[in-house]
């Protein structure tokens, strides 16, 4: 059994309608690995990004749907990094 902790920043793309928005996410994800292939149920990860500038500069953006927005392409975007390295089957 092993622990590995990665860093990554993820460009982000997102289509506001009247804008296209990249926002960079910083992210540390950690997992267990046995025998070559990620642990189910192992994987955390902390996200970090400019959500005060997005308040100010989109205040009537809905945060809420938007935070989870980023939180479901930062899992694909780590899925995929983990695939591309092994730890997970190719779906």
Known sequence: MIWMAEKR???LIF???FESLE???RVKFEF???EGNLVPDSLTKTMLYNKQLLKRRYPNLDHA???RSIE???DNEIQKHLQEHGFI???
Do not use: C, M, W
């Open 32 to 34: 267990e690995v046995k």
């Open 89 to 91: 089957a190719r779906v």
């Open 15 to 17: 289509d506001l309608g």
């Open 23 to 25: 926002i960079p996410v």
């Open 65 to 67: 749907g938007f935070q």
């Open 72 to 74: 479901s392409k930062v």
């Open 9 to 11: 920043v993820f460009q």
